[in-house]
């Protein structure tokens, strides 16, 4: 079946790295995607990682895949307090499937 | 282009009421879904689309409708509304394959159901 599981908060200080992991059942995604959702606004791609990839780096951002394990990471370098939202990882089969997303607090 | 374009932002609805939830793309893309946001769930997908005249049910369809006669429009249509679909709905598209694209997602309509 399809399940996305996500821790739901996490809680960094400016300047340090965040990660954000995430684990899902279906061994056929092809895509996983990670989105931000700022407060009152809908979801924004942040990036996404093909399934035969094991890293994928985007300026301050870092994925990583561990396909035997199921288990996708988000890693934010010097975190900011604008890097403070949800994050949702999600899965692509033939539909999109979400997990709970995860509350990234950035304190001073 | 305005991207995906969702109306009404917020609406309260009586127990019973029936709405429509519009959503509109401009970017001549064939997939599109609905999902709903609640709280310690992530967004569920409702119902989906891959082109004009195709229409699907995804995990929550339960007491909504969709329909797809143009390529631009996805409305989202609420029977009888229940407390229980109090929720943020979101609207996204994707150029065919969103495995290659990711999806677009509109800003949302807050819907209360009192």
């Known amino acids: 079946g399809e399940d996305v599981e996500q821790s739901l908060f996490l809680s960094v200080r400016e300047g340090d790295s965040s990660v954000i992991n995430c684990t899902y059942t279906?061994?056929?995604?092809?895509?996983l995607y990670w989105y931000k959702q700022e407060p009152g606004a809908g979801l924004q791609l942040l990036t996404y990682?093909?399934?035969?990839?094991d890293m994928k780096q985007d300026q301050r951002l870092t994925v990583l895949l561990n396909k035997k394990d199921k288990h996708l990471s988000l890693r934010i370098a010097d975190t900011q307090t604008g890097d403070s939202a949800i994050y949702f990882c999600a899965e692509n089969t033939d539909k999109l499937i979400f997990g709970t997303g995860t509350r990234l607090q950035v304190f001073p | 282009n305005a991207g995906v374009t969702q109306t009404p932002k917020f609406q309260v609805l009586k127990t019973g009421q029936s709405m429509t939830l519009q959503c509109a793309q401009d970017?001549?893309?064939?997939?599109m879904s609905w999902y709903r946001q609640d709280p310690g769930m992530g967004l569920r997908l409702i119902h989906y689309s891959v082109g004009a005249g195709i229409t699907d049910q995804g995990e929550v369809p339960n007491g909504y409708n969709v329909s797809r006669s143009t390529t631009e429009d996805f409305p989202l249509r609420l029977l009888s509304a229940a407390p229980s679909q109090t929720s943020v709905y979101f609207c996204a598209s994707s150029y065919g394959d969103s495995r290659n694209y990711g999806y677009t997602f509109g800003s949302g309509t807050r819907l209360t159901v009192v």
């Open positions: 990682i093909f399934s035969n990839m």
């Open positions: 970017m001549n893309h064939e997939y």
């Open positions: 279906d061994s056929s995604s092809t895509y």
